[in-house]
């Protein structure tokens, strides 16, 4: 700036020549940044962050991004019902933190599996099942969690009671997100929304929002090494397999044997399951949904293109396991173990249900190819991952030979084989993977 003012203002606008070669260097600066300011439009995204098939791409941003206030919170009821439900509810919190621009406060998430006796629930820290410092910094000016610790007043709280039945619009939702995100309500510190699980709240985020929300929720580390221990497991008795096969020849290097890929089936064939699946039908007028132990079996026998022999890990509800029926009748060559058979079950049991749960999530996740219903929301939500998965490789998800492919087996695909299922990112809600779809595939 001295320099500029060191120019003579003579020269400037009487037409003369500037003969000092910094003042035109500098003149020519200042041009150049008037036309960029000028010519050039802003960043698209919030606080020059843009979000965009997954990829984080970040300008120049505070830590947690310009939008999300620091000393706005806001408070949810605790999440309950199944794990998958709960991390939909969760997302669904972030996104209305987001959307009225405060910090959610760390919620508590419900260890036990009850649908009705609320006092029965046994609520757990989100900390305890999801790393939050990880959370904080993967959705960095995206979403961000708070702590109570951070109030600097617990008694300044302000409840936001959720509106209920038909009366309840998703226009009227909305509507009062955005009366809450201004004017005087604006000046408490905490807003504190009471009345149903946030599960239940009207949606107005599309997938992309929420695949983003999961993409930063990684699992602490005692959980992950516990689903490693699984995933091992499954790994060595493919190459058990190996070894004893006629058709391996043994070699000295062990290196030379490639691992068998191991196929995990999200099997829903419970008697409470099999009730809901069949009403369900009934209503949408549709025979796409229940499929039977037989229909499954076959299914997954006539996926094109999979080799044997294939170990088949049998994700299925802990009242099965005492039935051994669901490991018999597969054709040769198919291998099938549940948590009991393989010997991991004593893994599982040292934890409640929603660990459990989170255990066989992430087995599911890992496995080479996974089949499930497109009914279930634990299915749904595992295909969901799989699918930003082959989204941020840049592979094309309806190749011949794609990484981690799915499949619903509740619906008929290629020669009697199980539907191919991708996700469609490009949905404005989360509809059709909150309650299921049969509209999958590619």
Known sequence: MKVLFNCKLSQLMGGGTVKSLTCKFVFLIVALLILRALLVPPSPGFGGVEWSNFVYIRNHSPSFGVGVRQDKFLEVPQIVWGLNNQKIAFARACHTARTMNRILLMPSLSASLFYKEIDLLQP????????????????????????????????????????????????????????????????????????????????????????????????????????????????????????????????????????????????????????????LEQR?????????????MER???????????????????????????????????????KKKLGVDGIYKKYPYLIQSAIDYEVCLRADIFVGNSFSTFSSLIVLERTQKIITMGVNMCGKDVTWPSYAYNIQGESNGPMRWVTNMSHSTLQEISYGTNHISC
Not at 245 to 264: M, T
Not at 305 to 334: I, M, R
């Open 124 to 279: 757990i820290s989100f900390d305890r099942v999801f790393q939050y410092d990880k959370f904080n910094a993967l959705c960095s000016g995206f979403v961000q969690l708070g702590r109570y610790s951070d109030l600097s007043n617990q008694t300044r709280v302000l409840e936001m009671q959720k509106g209920s039945g038909r009366k309840w619009t998703v226009e009227r939702d909305l509507d009062q997100l955005r009366d809450y995100s201004k004017g005087e309500f604006e000046d408490h510190e905490v807003i504190r929304i009471v009345g149903k699980n946030p599960f239940l709240w009207h949606d107005h985020w599309p997938v992309k929002d929420y695949a983003k929300v999961f993409e930063c929720l990684v699992l602490i580390d005692e959980i992950g090494r516990e689903a490693d221990r699984v995933v091992s497991r499954i790994r060595a008795v493919g190459r058990e397999t190996q070894s004893n096969s006629e058709s391996v020849e043994l070699e000295n290097d062990s290196s030379s044997f490639q691992p068998l890929p191991y196929v995990a089936v999200h099997m829903r064939v419970e008697i409470d399951w099999m009730i809901h699946c069949k009403k």
């Open 284 to 296: 949408l007028n549709t025979n796409q949904i229940c499929s039977s132990k037989k229909e499954i």
């Open 300 to 338: 997954v026998a006539n996926i094109k293109g999979l080799k044997t022999p294939s170990v088949v890990y049998l994700a299925v509800a802990d009242k099965l396991l005492q039935n051994s029926s669901v490991l018999e009748g597969w054709e040769e060559g198919f291998l099938p173990y549940e």
